[in-house]
């Protein structure tokens, strides 16, 4: 599979000018317009180079790097928007909410949820060349999880280079407690079911995830080692939703089960009730 960094063909410039839009709207809670029209058509090295630098932001803000999610690893999606790849965005250390925390009011854009499997690694992962083998020597653990993936693009309006600008759709993960080693578990045959209020809202397998959980992981484990940028001991990675993604409102609370791996839930906080409510 390519990798996803070409060389950036924009000026750095345009890569500030889309960057600042993306911040903007994260700052102010208002999604802009998709930012494709500053990106070349296909030019992901640019794309790419916007996330990072709002990332490297971030982090030069006092935010550390905790892992990394993958994204479009459902081959309709990535039909959807006519590419042949996942892509990859950053995990920082804002982004974590307990399991069975609370997502506060207006804390996200656009949020919307999807249940996976997380790999917690405890080595590193330095070779582009490495293999399944070698992912799974890697792991401590696999648990399940939920990303909360929300879009600074309003309307989620997106095509490949808008995700990737906007760091792989990321808004905020969740971490079930349940701790298994990959010798316990064939990721690829888990199902999963994940409700909304206590009714079913999404279903899947982990074969869904790029035919397994693990070939994702693999993707992104040699993808970050050509860019010199590996995986680490101590990494989260989110390998990719194991069924459609559902809509969140306030009040709402999703819970998913992943056989073999246990449970996980979050709840988003209702909506404030306004000063007049409050008077009545």
């Not at 892992?67 to 974590?96: C, H, N, W, Y």
């Not at 009011?105 to 590193?124: C, S, T, W, Y």
């Not at 709402?252 to 073999?260: G, K, L, N």
Request: proline fraction near 6%; hydrophobic fraction near 45%.
């Amino acid at each position: 599979m390519p990798g996803p960094n070409p060389p950036v063909s924009e000026s750095s410039t345009a890569v500030e000018e889309v960057a600042d839009l993306l911040a903007a709207a994260a700052a102010g809670g208002k999604p802009c317009p998709p930012v494709r029209s500053l990106i070349s058509a296909g030019d992901v090295g640019t794309a790419y180079a916007v996330q990072r630098l709002n990332n490297e932001r971030r982090l030069a803000e006092g935010h550390r790097l905790v892992g990394r999610k993958i994204g479009l690893t459902s081959e309709a999606v990535q039909r959807q928007l006519g590419v042949d790849q996942p892509d990859f965005g950053a995990l920082l250390s804002d982004m974590v909410v307990p399991q069975e925390g609370q997502v506060p009011f207006g804390r996200l854009l656009q949020p919307k949820v999807e249940a996976e499997v997380a790999l917690i690694l405890n080595a590193d992962l330095p070779d582009a060349d490495c293999t399944i083998d070698d992912v799974i020597a890697a792991t401590e653990y696999a648990v399940p999880a939920l990303e909360i993936v929300d879009s600074r693009i309003d309307g989620w309006d997106i095509t490949f280079v808008d995700t990737v600008a906007d760091n792989a759709s990321s808004g905020l993960y969740v971490l079930g407690e349940q701790r298994v080693r990959l010798d316990e578990v064939d990721l690829a045959a888990v199902s999963m079911s994940m409700s909304r209020n206590g009714d079913v809202a999404s279903e899947g397998t982990g074969a869904a995830c790029l035919g397994s959980p693990l070939n994702a992981a693999l993707w992104l484990a040699r993808t970050l080692a050509e860019l010199g940028d590996p995986l680490k001991a101590g990494d989260v990675v989110l390998t990719g939703a194991l069924g459609p993604m559902v809509v969140a409102a306030p009040g709402d609370v999703f819970a998913a089960s992943i056989s073999h791996l246990g449970n996980v839930s979050v709840r988003f906080a209702a909506e404030p009730a306004s000063e007049g409510e409050n008077n009545e």
